[in-house]
């Protein structure tokens, strides 16, 4: 058949799927994981700011596509607009050809964030001429996600993102993961640390945060993160490259577009999935507005009372300790804060012997705990290097606290210690209480164990609420022997008052163990009575809500549901963490202070579609205070399942090839074809060579009509 060029309608083919599974074996055994589809997944977000001069680019940061119909996850700090990105537009730019620079190609807005954990969700939503966009008709290429501890010490990943603003192509960077960091909010592996092993690359640049990072498997296990510090603007990295002084030069008189420093991080993306599960079942949550005012913090972020525990139990520190034995493979930072918020930035460096350890410190980021309170940030995953420990905390890149020094190394050091402390209610001779949360009540009892202590030792302990020391102290000349359990008790005959609690335990003046606990709710067996009368409800309004009765099965999905509880004996201030899951997952997660009244009843959150009916499923909140869950309730909607999404995943044959011939036939026609979006699964366009790949996988077991046309 003589060659001709493709400039008409070219023949309907019907395509086996065999075809398809021979194509992906071939392409399988050459490259195991699919790097192409990962670049193009791979996108830059710019986010523009609009004045009277024009459009200019604010801030900057790589995304990765995580849906076909245009779910983009990134940083919160480059797209939510705050103080240091203030601007109105996102724009999304495609890899459009491999080894070039993205392409600018769709307006997007942001759909879900977390600002403290850093992260956003976007969804693509215009064309870039601002053209609405409707999700479903998008086919993007996307990734998969991984979950849980999809990763190991000194594991091989990827690390894929933009190195500039535009004028480079994707870039891919072998790493390996270096250790864990720990915090409250995230458990062990709060933070996924890693190292560069190219030679050519031995840092990954601030551009790269928002994009993403890659197993063996090819599935995103997390995402770059640093947060730039705009406020020291000579210490932070950053470009210039807008008039956006109209003065027709570039220099330092016009604003630069913040960058951050070198990545070393991840956040893993266990995190993102509420956010992603929420956005694509197009569910929103709305909370009741706040009624309490908080007390003045002051409007300096602070840290102070920094010391080390070798280990922790429920967030609290077992123990202080001021050194280490050699093969230590934990160590946790506490310290106190104050008036921190999320978009407050916080760094941790580390240098063991007076150099800088990169595996052990954290880059600055955002902060993802309450306003006040005892935090920690924990080393973990790998054995610790011996050698003399400095350990510095920085807010906004200011210096805010030095800790004690540290030495690893050596035989584990024989000193006297306090440990383990925790709390019982003491009620008419009963207990009532699980350690960490108390009902309200007139005695509570603290149970610590020593070690190795020697009669005649001066000890001390020192209780605390709300930060401020309550008389008197206990203590004195210790004469109870070397090992075995004491106890400590504070009492108000009127009856303690709800709120954060602590005692501090002293030995010769150095501090060996602290605990905090709270007082909340009524007293009520193991745990207190914090929140009653917890129930789902039918409801399109608050004022609807507040009348109907519970429910915990609807036939009909609804447009809207009401997770609602009562309240008792709770402090304004006082941390409380309320999930929210179907069928198992979460999709709405807060961990805040209290900022509603001490007593009340018909908390009212709001769960709903607003395009439509809820997706079938089982509906459960849980409400939880520092870390123990308290209660739950949950409602079947539909069957009580969600239905099947066989486009969830990237799962299947990706098909690519080249189109070298064709000519006009009228032999063949695709039934039914009338050219609509929805009859349209996936589609790709040829370069001037005929080379293509379809963005999206064909599923296994299912058949396919392949229209090839000619413009």
Not at 87 to 106: C, F, K, N
Not at 158 to 186: K, M, N, Q
Not at 334 to 363: K, N
């Amino acid at each position: 058949m003589p060659q001709q060029p493709i400039g008409r309608l070219l023949t309907f083919l019907w395509v086996a799927l065999c075809v398809a599974l021979q194509t992906n074996a071939q392409i399988g055994e050459a490259i195991p994981i699919d790097l192409n589809r990962i670049q193009r997944a791979t996108v830059l977000v710019m986010q523009l700011q609009t004045t009277p001069d024009g459009q200019f680019v604010t801030c900057a940061s790589s995304g990765t596509l995580v849906s076909r119909d245009g779910l983009v996850l990134t940083n919160a700090h480059s797209t939510v607009p705050n103080a240091n990105c203030a601007g109105d537009t996102l724009l999304v730019a495609l890899d459009a050809r491999q080894d070039a620079p993205p392409v600018l190609s769709y307006q997007a807005r942001v759909i879900q964030s977390d600002l403290g954990l850093d992260l956003a969700l976007l969804q693509i939503s215009a064309e870039l001429n601002g053209r609405p966009i409707t999700p479903d008709s998008l086919s993007l290429p996307f990734v998969d996600l991984a979950q849980g501890a999809s990763v190991s010490l000194d594991d091989t990943i990827l690390v894929v993102g933009y190195p500039g603003l535009g004028d480079d192509p994707v870039a891919l960077v072998t790493a390996t993961i270096s250790g864990f960091t720990a915090e409250p909010r995230g458990g062990d592996r709060a933070w996924l640390k890693f190292r560069t092993v190219d030679e050519a690359i031995a840092e990954i640049p601030g551009t790269f945060s928002g994009g993403g990072a890659y197993n063996r498997e090819g599935q995103l296990i997390g995402i770059p993160t640093t947060a730039p510090i705009a406020q020291l603007p000579d210490s932070v990295d950053c470009a210039r490259f807008q008039d956006t002084n109209r003065d027709n030069l570039i220099n330092n008189g016009d604003a630069c577009v913040p960058l951050g420093g070198a990545i070393n991080a991840l956040r893993p993306t266990d995190f993102a999935l509420p956010l992603i599960r929420s956005a694509s079942l197009n569910l929103e949550v709305t909370a009741p507005q706040p009624t309490a005012q908080l007390a003045s913090l002051g409007t300096q972020p602070t840290i102070s009372n920094v010391f080390f525990a070798p280990s922790v139990n429920n967030d609290m520190p077992t123990t202080v300790i001021s050194s280490l034995p050699a093969g230590a493979n934990s160590l946790f930072l506490f310290f106190d804060y104050a008036a921190m918020t999320p978009e407050t930035i916080y760094e941790l460096r580390v240098a063991i012997d007076g150099s800088t350890s990169p595996i052990f410190s954290l880059p600055p980021v955002r902060w993802s705990g309450g306003s006040r309170g005892l935090w920690y940030i924990g080393l973990t995953g790998q054995t610790l290097p011996n050698g003399e420990y400095a350990i510095r905390l920085f807010i906004d890149g200011i210096l805010a606290a030095e800790a004690p020094p540290l030495r690893v190394g050596g035989a584990p050091e024989p000193l006297p210690a306090f440990r383990n402390v925790q709390f019982v209610l003491i009620e008419n001779d009963q207990m009532f209480g699980n350690g960490y949360i108390l009902g309200a009540g007139t005695t509570v009892s603290a149970q610590f164990i020593y070690d190795g202590m020697t009669d005649g030792l001066e000890w001390t302990g020192i209780w605390y609420f709300n930060g401020q020391e309550l008389s008197p102290r206990v203590g004195g000349v210790w004469d109870l022997g070397a090992n075995g359990a004491q106890t400590s008790s504070l009492s108000d005959p009127n009856g303690l008052i709800p709120g954060r609690y602590r005692l501090a335990l002293y030995i010769e003046g150095r501090l060996s163990a602290l605990s905090d606990f709270t007082i909340a709710g009524s007293r009520a067996d193991v745990r207190p009575r914090v929140f009653s009368n917890e129930r789902f409800v039918v409801a399109d309004t608050p004022t609807e809500a507040a009348t109907r009765f519970p429910t915990v099965n609807v036939t009909i999905p609804p447009t809207s549901i009401y997770a609602m509880f009562d309240w008792e004996l709770i402090a304004p201030g006082t941390i409380w963490h309320i999930r929210v899951l179907v069928d198992g997952d979460v999709f709405y997660e807060r961990v805040e202070a209290w900022q509603l009244t001490q007593d009340g009843a018909g908390y009212a959150l709001r769960i709903a579609n607003p395009d439509g009916q809820l997706p079938d499923g089982t509906y459960r909140f849980e409400l939880l205070m520092n870390n123990i869950l308290l209660r739950t309730a949950s409602i079947a909607i539909g069957i009580g399942q969600l239905p099947i999404d066989p486009f969830a995943r990237p799962e299947g044959v990706l098909v690519r090839g080249q189109l070298i011939d064709g000519d006009l036939s009228e032999e063949f026609s695709v039934i039914d074809f009338n050219a609509t979006q929805a009859q349209l699964y996936t589609q790709t366009t040829t370069d001037r060579n005929g080379r293509f790949q379809f963005s999206q996988p064909l599923r296994f077991a299912a058949p396919y009509s392949l229209i090839i046309a000619a413009d």
